[in-house]
């Protein structure tokens, strides 16, 4: 069943001021028993973690097909996966630590991308670059960014900086990650074409979970004594402010010019979104009980949803004045320390692919 929602928001065309409709089409995707958590997305493929067999595997759905399909129920638990393209990542922690596994939807072929000492935590992807956080360097909170080439098969270091550097995002040769290095949390990133690195934002207080996609940075933001969501474009290298409103947004994801995140204006939590180009916020899902976790690709949301009294999985499609928003080449997609409860899971950050 899909549930169809409009709403209408005023931006400016080049001859003027005109009316746009948004349309957003709601429909599931996974509402089998157990929970099913953390989705990620790249064009028609979804994925998620799945504990349908009592302990948390990775499965997949095809929107075109509207076909579901394990990816990965080895022994063990795997969490957290990202995608890009046919290419799916996630941590497992089959060896008794938690690695970095890779599977290939194209040829069904499953691959070991890191199993180094130490953990390798929240993956995301871009292409043939995988990026995660990694403790070799030492368990007490030195965590680092390192990255593979799966067309090479080579690993390296991007941010062993003193502290820690977490939970990386990548769109093509751009990092980003949270660093606190100053005593607090910023946003900082690395080209991985130059071998450079920069900083994005080290704003008074924290700045956490950025997200990026092109050229542009999206992150959670504590500046104003809440979370907001802010926004910096690396060709400018302009900041902007997304959402400030009153309540709490969590954990941005952006693809293109749409940028979706967790809001807690309704009393629960709803998935909201916002278009850079039109400078124009919307609604989602604000349906009956939590909304979390959103990823998005294209004009195609995803995010798990307790509506039904259980985890499942929900999608929407977004569309503008009756045509579809422009996607991206490529994709978005992932997790974070516990930091808010719901029913029977605790929220963590999932890295997204790119």
Known sequence: MKLTVYCCVVFLLATGAAWATITVTEFPICTAAGIQAYPAISGDTVVWQDDRNGYYDIYGYDLSTHSEFPICTAAG??????????TVVWMDDRNGYYDIYGYELSTHSEFPICTAAGYQYYPAISGDTVVWQDYRNGNNGNSDIYG?????????????????????????????????????????????????????????????????????????????????????????????????????????????????????????????????????????????????????????????????????????TISYGGGPVVPEPGTLALIAPALIGFAGIALRRIRRAR
């Open 77 to 86: 638990t795997h969490y957290g996966p990202a995608i890009s393209g046919d």
């Open 148 to 316: 593979y080439d799966l067309s090479t098969h080579v690993e390296f270091p991007i941010c062993t900086d003193a502290g820690y550097q977490r939970e990386p995002a990548i769109s093509g040769n751009t990092v980003v990650w949270f660093d606190d290095r100053n005593g607090y949390a910023d946003i900082y990133g690395y080209d991985l074409s130059t071998h450079s690195e920069f900083a994005i934002c080290t704003a008074a207080s924290w700045q956490y979970y950025p997200e990026i996609s092109g050229d542009t940075v999206v992150w959670e933001d504590t500046r104003n004594g809440y979370s907001d969501v802010y926004g910096y474009d690396l060709s400018t290298h302009a900041e902007f402010p997304i959402c400030t409103n009153a309540a709490y947004q969590y954990y941005p994801e952006i693809s293109g010019d749409t940028v979706v995140w967790i809001d807690s204006r309704n009393g629960n939590y709803d998935i909201y979104g916002y278009d850079l180009s039109t400078h124009s916020e919307f609604a989602i899902c604000t349906a009956a009980g939590d909304q979390v976790s959103p990823a998005i690709s294209g004009n195609t949301v995803v995010w798990f949803d307790y509506r039904n009294g259980n985890w499942d999985i929900y999608g929407a």
